[in-house]
């Protein structure tokens, strides 16, 4: 398990290196030079020239990388130019949102598409059967803003039921010690804000969850089709274990090994998806600080906010892979 | 004429009767799912191809004395679908939008393909050049693809063409492995060593076997990756990144402003929604029909 570990870990310095260097040269390329956007339209030779210099742009490339590379250690990714606060500052700020709405997301997700795939799969050809496969097929189908609208028209807007935008109503008072709403609610002994942040949640959240919902119930259902004809499973069964022992013990966690691997894949899905999902109900986390971003060309935000999201992805990839190790001893000795 | 070239003709035979296509075709039409798929894209094309006849007005042309008490009024008989905030007719911009989606999702995974072929069948054929390949589509494939698309698209400014681009870009490292891999997979199977061994030339293995087999999950990948491409180009469009010409309607973007209405005019964003949602079905049950036709393991089965 440890040479696995080691062999993973290795191989994510070249995608970090990777990923800044297209970050570094998506910089260069850019339309106008990076002094010209910092100084404005209006800037003259003289200071644009002196700008220039101060930054470094006229030494070669490679200088250039590296020292973008030493800032990057120093964890220093730029200052906004819309706020001229650092960059990292107002990921830290936004950055909670974003967690909380992804994993109320996956939450919502999983616990809804593993027992919808693994009952379509015991009934397979049933009316339940059918029917989860077209819902799947118009999960799959349905962009994640236009599910947003729909939900936030029927159940906001028409119903009532649920708030539209925000994280938090504004005349609720609460404290913010971690930058989890709904976890702070509940630390802090404040049970109206909890409620209140998960009442915004819901929405935001479904709409989200959607996508991987459709595909993990698929995988599921796919999954245990294939496993429940297995030789082991007809064993079990003919030496006349109880069909309940069986599925859970037998069919269940076998068919969840591929599963947990298109679980695994959603990260990123839901961590792009949040950006579209954000600007649907003005929740404010990564996802509206990068449209914004994209609103006002603000090119540090995005640059550093691309990065971030991305090193998130690839880490949250490699934690992925290094648990199916654990869960699955048949990855482990392949790794070797 | 020797053993060997009897043979050879035989082999050739097999594989120009097109067994496999012909079978999947067969298995394709009694697929319902694959025949409602493909009548909603054919549906969606002719939209697309014959747009300025079949839309009953001028998409750009503005109505500002349907708003002027109020955004907007709904479904009528002279305007079926309702009219936008600046009075135009909503049916005939969701018309003129086909071609935008068609347009995007056509130039956007014929890039991807393209490249992703290309690139992929040389990493697949030269040992040398295949690490180096993979290991740049792997630092590509880390990034999640809408993500890269929103920066190779703010990169470039809104517009059709780096919409077109951004996707096309994203769809570069998936078919590369795609192709890589059917490659590499096929280069050792049986039939293959068992046409060597009958002596069938190098390039009739390659364009008789080897491609034919290589090719049918990169059909399905595509047909997939066109459904992919139009909620992409879609969301590129919300986010305020597709074309910005307000005559330009880009279902994404005519999406955008109607938040703004939701409470009186929900239908400005139903309807366009809708056709997203139509229409990528449509691919996507082409796309699982396709799948399912060309599966080998299916064969026979029909």
């Known amino acids: 398990m440890l040479r696995f570990t080691v062999r993973r870990l290795l191989l994510l310095v070249p995608i970090l290196l990777g990923l800044s260097i297209l970050v570094f040269l998506w910089v260069r390329a850019l339309p106008g030079s990076p002094a010209e956007s910092l100084l404005g339209e209006r800037a003259d030779e003289q200071s644009i020239a002196q700008i220039r210099e101060q930054l470094g742009l006229d030494d070669p490339l490679y200088v250039q990388y590296w020292r973008y590379l030493e800032t990057l250690a120093e964890g220093n990714l730029g200052t906004s130019i819309a706020t001229r606060r650092p960059v990292t500052t107002e990921i830290r700020e936004r950055f909670p949102a974003t967690v909380e709405l992804t994993v109320a997301a996956g939450i919502f997700a999983i616990l809804l598409g593993i027992p919808l795939g693994f009952f379509a799969a015991k009934r397979h050809g049933g009316i339940f059967d059918n029917s989860s496969l077209v819902l799947s097929l118009i999960g799959v189908s349905i962009p994640i803003f236009f599910l947003g609208i729909i939900l936030k028209w029927i159940f906001a807007v028409r119903l009532g039921w649920l708030p539209s935008i925000g994280r938090q109503d504004v005349f609720i008072e609460a404290e913010h010690p971690t930058g989890f709403y709904v976890l702070d609610g509940v630390l802090t002994g404040n049970w109206r804000a909890a409620w209140d942040a998960l009442e915004h949640l819901v929405l935001p959240a479904i709409a989200l969850g959607s996508i991987p919902l459709a595909l993990i119930s698929r995988i599921t259902r796919a999954s245990v089709l294939d496993v429940q004809n297995e030789d082991y499973v007809r064993t079990a069964r003919a030496k006349g274990l109880p069909s309940r022992v069986v599925d859970s013990r037998h069919v269940f966690r076998n068919a969840m090994l591929p599963v947990s691997t298109v679980i695994g894949l959603q990260v990123g899905l839901l961590l792009s998806g949040a950006i579209l999902t954000e600007t649907v109900f003005a929740f404010p986390g990564i996802g509206t600080w990068l449209q914004e971003a994209i609103q006002n060309r603000d090119y540090p935000v995005l640059q550093g906010g691309i990065l971030f999201v991305a090193v998130i992805v690839v880490v949250v990839n490699l934690l992925v892979d290094l648990s199916y190790g654990l869960l699955n001893p048949r990855i482990r000795l392949a790794g070797r | ?302």
């Open chain 2, 1 to 302: 004429m020797s053993v060997a070239e009897v043979e050879v003709r035989e082999v050739q035979l097999e594989a120009v009767g097109g067994g496999l296509w012909r079978e999947a075709l067969h298995r394709l039409v009694r697929n319902p799912g694959a025949i409602v798929g493909a009548l909603i894209v054919a549906t969606f094309v002719f939209v697309a191809v014959f747009a300025p006849l079949l839309a009953p007005y001028d998409p750009r042309e503005q109505n500002l004395a349907l708003v002027a008490e109020g955004c907007c009024p709904g479904p009528s008989r002279a305007y079926p679908l309702g009219v936008d905030d600046l009075g135009r007719d909503e049916l005939s911009r969701i018309i003129y939008g086909a071609r935008f989606s068609l347009l995007i999702g056509i130039v956007s995974v014929t890039v991807g393909l393209t490249f992703g072929l290309l690139l992929g069948s040389i990493a697949g054929y030269f040992r040398r050049l295949d690490s180096p390949i993979m290991r740049v589509m792997d630092i590509m494939l880390a990034i999640p693809g809408f993500l890269m698309a929103i920066g190779i698209a703010a990169l470039l400014g809104p517009g059709l063409l780096s919409v077109m681009i951004a996707i096309g870009v994203v769809n570069v490292p998936i078919f590369t492995r795609l192709m890589r891999g059917s490659i590499l997979g096929q280069r050792e199977n049986d039939y293959v060593l068992a046409a060597r061994a009958v002596g069938v030339p190098g390039r009739k293995i390659l364009a008789s076997h080897i491609l034919p087999n290589a090719v049918s999950p990169v059909i399905v990948a595509g047909t997939l990756a066109l459904a992919t491409a139009i909620i992409d180009a879609a969301g590129l469009g919300f986010l305020g990144l597709g074309p910005q010409d307000p005559a330009t309607p880009e279902w994404g973007t005519m999406l955008t402003d109607t938040v703004r209405y939701l409470q009186t005019a929900p239908f400005l964003a139903i309807f366009p929604g809708v056709a997203i949602v139509i229409v990528v079905m449509g691919f996507n049950l082409i796309g699982d029909g396709l799948r399912e036709a060309l599966d080998p393991k299916l064969r026979g089965r029909a």
